[in-house]
């Protein structure tokens, strides 16, 4: 069982600030403890630097965190037109039907494009971002598992854990060095 760091209620003439219990683990290092703290002083006092060194301890630790995550590469991602990428798919889906016979979709990235290749269909999406290798995809797999109707107005797609996630929906992916056999070039 934990502890708890309680901030009271405060009011100034135009901003309310109603109490707050924070959970504090039982077992938490110092600097942490401060940045909890420095985080309750800081809602009140948002406009001000700590006086006090060890907020500033604190203060300075959640600045650190952030640069922190900054430094951790983010997964290979690229986005793409919704209405131009649907429009290369529908293309793919109607001179191959998938239903018949399942065949192969690589995707991969090009400086300001994504490459799609279908059998003997090659087409070019204009994209945003980078993906890292050639991604190959079951064509049953990609037309079954994302939907025909995109909400957004750009669709990421993102390579991670061994799936290709195209606008939040996952698909299983093999990557070229598996030695996958295929016949297209």
Known sequence: MGWYLIRSGHSTRSTIFPPIQVPIPSEIIPIELMSSIYMLWSDIHSHEDPIDHLLMWGKEWIDYQKDLKLLIPKAPTV???REFFRFCLSFIEKRHDWLDEDYEITISHLPGQLQ???KDIVLH?????????????????????IPKRFSRNSICLQEE?????????????????????????
Do not use: T
């Not at 799936?163 to 070229?176: A, P, S, V």
């Open 125 to 145: 999406c204009p994209a945003v971002g980078y993906l890292v290798d050639k991604s190959i995809v079951s064509a049953r797999q990609l037309f079954r598992g």
């Open 116 to 118: 799609i290749i279908a």
């Open 79 to 81: 986005c793409v037109d």
């Open 161 to 185: 854990g061994g799936k290709l996630i195209i606008g939040g929906y996952q698909i299983d992916l093999r990557r070229e060095e598996d030695n996958i056999v295929s016949d297209y070039p």
